[in-house]
């Protein structure tokens, strides 16, 4: 009896020592990460001690990790990290033009050195601020009942869309009588998807937007309020991220299993796919040797206006010809007319191609990735639910991100 007691009471104490120590461990990361977002983030400042942030990874563990599988748990680690009011401070490190002479919109590729300090997993978005100044990030707390929705929006309006376009000059126009009333618009993030794969340096594509405003009857050529920004941007420039955002992400188990991808893009909605193919299909400088394991099947359905209009066209052709049996493009131009006169649009080429579609969706393991103009969402839907083997768990297989 008198052991039965010891031993009790040695196992309720242990159990509340065990108990205090994990209080008090969780207390002190959560005070060490509070305090290590305070200000502005600047890749500059945090180089020389990147080991001091908790939410950072050493150099020594990326690089034994350049093919790792990431899973949706670790994905919300990285999301949001960066936001509005403590953004991380970069670098533009390079800006060209993605189009063509006979493109219908301009689109440049915006490279940025974060110094290995912005995480990611590959499809997911970065947001821009524009015109951002550490100085009057705050302007003494000082806000418009109109911006109260500005970031929601934003999130919810990613990249090119008309609606963007809208907000975009909604936008300008109170930014327009913030100054006149010598109060500070609160800042707003564009996002746009990341094309790159991770490293030191990221990469995005922003479509200009540009409308005419008539006043007096004079027409004036007016930005956007992010494509102002970006058009105007130079080489050297200092840019400000939020972010990582979203989980259109690929299935942590595609490496593994080679399961095979259909993509469907359109305009900067190739964006991610880019991502995914710098994760999925890397070889060493040379080209000559395979460093990973992957060898499914890849079809990608890209719709643009013309052949000028395509984007990322040097990669797209470059893994074209390393994976010829590998990775099937099939290019979509709406410039092209059908028989009454409307544009040939990717869902059209879909359709046209279903019985194809279908026998690699059905038959085998096969992911379904969209991502473009939010039209396109509930087309290809139809045409899915058009085939009688459609059910919920071929539906868990499909991932959709839409603007």
């Known amino acids: 009896m008198k052991r039965q007691v010891v031993f009790s009471f040695s196992f309720s104490f242990s159990f509340l020592f065990l108990f205090l120590f994990l209080f008090l461990f969780s207390f002190s990361f959560s005070f060490s990460f509070s305090n290590a977002s305070k200000n502005v983030l600047s890749y500059e400042t945090l180089n020389n001690n990147v080991n001091k942030y908790t939410f950072l990874k050493t150099n020594r563990y990326k690089k034994k990790c350049t093919q790792r599988r990431y899973s949706q748990k670790e994905a919300n680690k990285y999301t949001n990290l960066y936001t509005v009011k403590n953004p991380l401070k970069c670098k533009v490190i390079n800006k060209i033009k993605l189009v063509r002479e006979n493109a219908k919109h301009m689109v440049y590729n915006l490279e940025i050195n974060h110094n290995g300090l912005f995480k990611y997993i590959e499809g997911q978005s970065c947001g821009i601020i524009p015109y951002y100044s550490e100085t009057d990030n705050e302007c003494n707390n000082t806000k418009i009942e109109n911006d109260v929705n500005c970031e929601k929006n934003d999130v919810n309006c990613e990249k090119n869309d008309v609606n963007c376009e809208k907000n975009d000059v909604n936008c300008e126009k109170n930014n327009v009588n913030c100054e006149k009333n010598n109060v500070k618009r609160k800042k707003c993030a564009r996002l746009y998807s990341i094309s790159s794969s991770n490293s030191y340096n990221l990469s995005v594509a922003i479509r200009i937007h540009k409308y005419e405003e008539n006043v007096n009857e004079i027409k004036n050529i007016k930005y956007g309020y992010c494509s102002g920004y970006i058009e105007n941007i130079k080489k050297n420039d200092d840019i ?135 039209a396109i969402k509930q087309q290809i839907m139809n045409i899915l639910k058009s085939d009688q083997n459609f059910d919920a768990s071929k539906k868990k297989r499909v991932h959709v991100e839409v603007y």
């Open 240 to 374: 400000y991220l939020t972010g990582a955002h979203g989980n259109f992400i690929l299935s942590n188990n595609i490496i593994e299993n080679n399961i095979n991808l259909i993509l469907i893009g359109t305009g900067t909605g190739i964006s991610p796919f880019i991502s995914f193919l710098k994760k999925l299909l890397i070889y060493d400088e040379n080209n000559t040797i395979k460093k990973n394991t992957y060898s499914g099947f890849i079809h990608l359905f890209y719709g643009v206006y013309n052949e000028d209009s395509i984007l990322y066209l040097n990669e797209l052709e470059k893994f074209k010809k390393l994976y010829p049996n590998n990775l099937h493009i099939h290019y979509v131009f709406s410039a092209n007319k059908k028989l009454d006169g409307s544009s040939f649009y990717v869902q059209d080429e879909i359709f046209r191609k279903k019985d194809e579609f279908f026998h690699l969706f059905n038959n085998y393991q096969t992911e379904l990735y969209i991502c473009g103009h939010k």
